[in-house]
């Protein structure tokens, strides 16, 4: 959700005035403008008392008899016709007034007091604009142009002023005054003009919603995609003159977005007046506003009227098309509007109770800023919650169906089920809660921040964490600390003892830049940059949501600071740590589908029993990026499994002669292992799957059948007992534009294991696609003629398409459907080429694409240019199907892409 100031700054375009016609009232308003001679100073302090007079004088349909500017032109004086004076005022005397008027059909202005007119030109074409009583005006903030609203387009202007400027526009055919000031218009009748319109359409702010000022047009979607309900954006306008009969005016909506305004253009604001147009006694006119197509976040409208053939258009503002997606919904703090974090507590005094509905709810929005479901103005949907206890230890706890959370002892933690029935569908989350005692809630000051930054202490194996801690009233210099301090902290039992965490370190040896020892915890104030922090040593567990209490020397009570004139306490609240070691397991979005050669068209069924080279593997994946393309270079092999802590002891162990042979052969040259480091680098100047043994049958294998792949070991320590893999582990290399793989088309001739097992279709080329048309039969092929045979791909929907590898891992994470093409047909060259993704990743060092035959082709054709994919017949072949060959070259395998040219 877009903030107040953000949503200004993004939407600059701003309307600046309206000249139109409006009618005149007899109606007696001498109470409205009582005093209206009084000195008026329009800066923006005194924008409503200027507002009041003006429109009063508006209401009284007062006209202007004359205006003229002070010596400075810092104030210009408008007489009324009923001789009182109305004064506008620039911000400061070096702010110059623009005065704009129409004459001899075409616009002018001033900026010295009228003293001279010059013609207003067209921004670029340097044209005179032409003008009409129907034009309006608009200033942009963000340029300081100013723009002509012509009824088909918008005109730039070669004008540009300080949006502090106040302007005023003499429309010499209509006889009206406009005053365009602090982003607000007003239309004044000119004395003996035929004034018969209204003469200003103000902007009616509402806070929708906290600070935003804007106007929203909501829907609400349930998880299947299904809109259940749906609302109108809700705007009120001031119109002025206040009586003005609008039964016979049409409404529309201008979108001046990126103030590019067109009256055709899409996307719409469909405009419907409430009560027929009626004006209300204080003439605010309301309107429903329906957003038609509208991608875009923030919308800028202003809304025109057409009375009598006359447009006026109101200031600008901004409607927010919104769609609220029950999948995207977040369970928030209420008085903060901030995520609920899974690692945090409700914390209410124990001898009072927690009304939930006020704490925690459910609605929409980035953190910080959620608006709650029942904030979204949505009459007719329907919210149900319910209050659930799932942990509820020696049921210190009760809650209401109204959500009246309550317990009977103080300290103590449960778990509460809050469920969100909204459209007949369940949201729910698991909150915990905790009881704090009245005098610690009370009688002591809470140093905050630690709770969600303790939930990740599971990772501290090693070392010490650092995490600073706050109150937002106080700190502990304002209690009388003045010098850099530790203190131990302990936790209040329910017999009313202490327990004190304990420390072999000495308190006074402590600072930020200091280890402690294993499962302690300490309080320590930094004299020097002035803020608290909680230390944590390694491995500390079994803290569970407590509220450590910074204790005295003795450690027999909690220190006592004076607060206002009372001793107090000093705790870090609701704190939780528990150190939780996982076993290294492997990844499973590692795990791929592994092919041997001549298995990859067979059925599970049809292979043999328990065959190694078929099923599920985990591979080791490479790095994509831009620069180097597709490498191995340093992949920490702690990178393969899910463990915790994350810094445990975790050794690996490859030897080379648990290798197979080709592996063997490249060991610390291409392939290099890291022993120091757990790391594997594997250059480019080789194929990655022969390094799996897949460029053979299983059969062919020999000694190395159980050394497919490649095998190491590992042993992992977190300081509660080793453990170590179960054997050697079998792991393969990603190869992802070969094999493992389970995304690449099968077109090998030889069925090497480079797909999924679906073998592709319709791939091949027929001969009347390699002759247009002119030969169906290869058997009707004259010796000596030359084809095109590149051309001729491009009859082919596969080859448009293109040839998709699987690219697992990479760097858009993309599957199925959307892999890219590495190979397709090329309009440009007229044949196949690899694709610019392909070099990027795959080509840095080699890319080549090029035609051979295949078979006995070689007795039939001759290819004449490989790159391009010319050959000639070289005898007529009767019957039967030719086959050719595409050598494609990359960084890290040679493949050879098989397709037929049939009959």
Known sequence: MMNKRLLNNVLYGALLFSLGTGVVSCKDYDDDIEGLN???????????????????????????????????????????????????????????????????????????????????????????????????????????????????????????????????????????????IYGENYILPIQGGGFSGISSILFQKQFVFEEDEYLEAASYTNTKGEVVTAHTATAKFKILPKDIDLSEATFACADIHELKLTRAAAPQLLVEALNNGKLDENGILTVELTPQDMPAEYYGAVLEITLDKTTTSSNYFVVKPTSYNASEGQFAYRETREFYQSSESLKFISTESLDLSKAIGWGFGESGEVKFVDELGFGDLTVKVEYELVDNPNNTFAVTEKGILTATGANKTGKLKVTYIVAEEEFSKEILVYSQDESTAKSGIELSGATEMLSDIETLYQGTKVIEVSNSQTSLESLGVTTSKAWKLGAKQPDETWKVIEMTTSLSDISKERSLANGEVCLYYDATDKKSYLLVGPQTKNIENANLFAMNEEATDKENFDHNGKQIGVYVGNVKASYVIESPTKKPELEVMIYAKGGIDKKPEELPKGDLYYGKHFAIPGVYDTENGYYFKDIDFRSLYNFKPADAEFVFTMNEDDQNQYVKEKWGGSFAWHAENGTLTVKNDNELYKYNLLNKKPSELGGDKDKVGIQFSWKFNAGEGEVQSDGKERWFIKDPTFNPGDNITYLNYDKNPNATGVISTGYSIKVKDLTNGAHSQLKELVAGEEYDLGKAFGNIAFWRNGCAWDVYGGPNKLTGAKLPALVKYSDELGRLAITDYCKTYFGKRRAELKLNTEGDCGSYFTVTDPDNFKIKVTAPKDGGNVQFKVVFNTDYSTQNIIFFVEN
Do not use: C, H
């Open 38 to 180: 009084n000195r008026i100073t329009t800066v923006e302090s005194d924008m409503e008392r200027f507002k009041e007079k003006i429109e009063a004088a508006l209401n009284a349909n007062l006209t202007v008899q004359s205006w003229y500017p002070s010596e400075d032109q810092s104030q210009y004086t408008i007489v009324l016709s009923n001789g009182d004076e109305l004064y506008v005022q620039a911000s400061n005397k070096a702010t110059p007034f623009y005065q704009f008027k129409i004459e001899d059909g075409t616009w002018r202005y001033s900026s010295d007091k009228g003293a001279g007119w010059n013609k207003v030109l067209e921004s670029g074409t340097e044209k005179e604009i032409p003008g009409t009583e129907k034009d309006q005006l608009y200033y942009d903030k963000s340029n300081g142009y100013i723009y002509i609203q012509k009824t088909e387009s918008l005109v730039q202007t070669s004008i540009t002023v300080n949006k502090e400027t106040p302007i005023l526009a003499e429309n010499k055919e209509n006889k009206t005054l406009s005053i365009y």
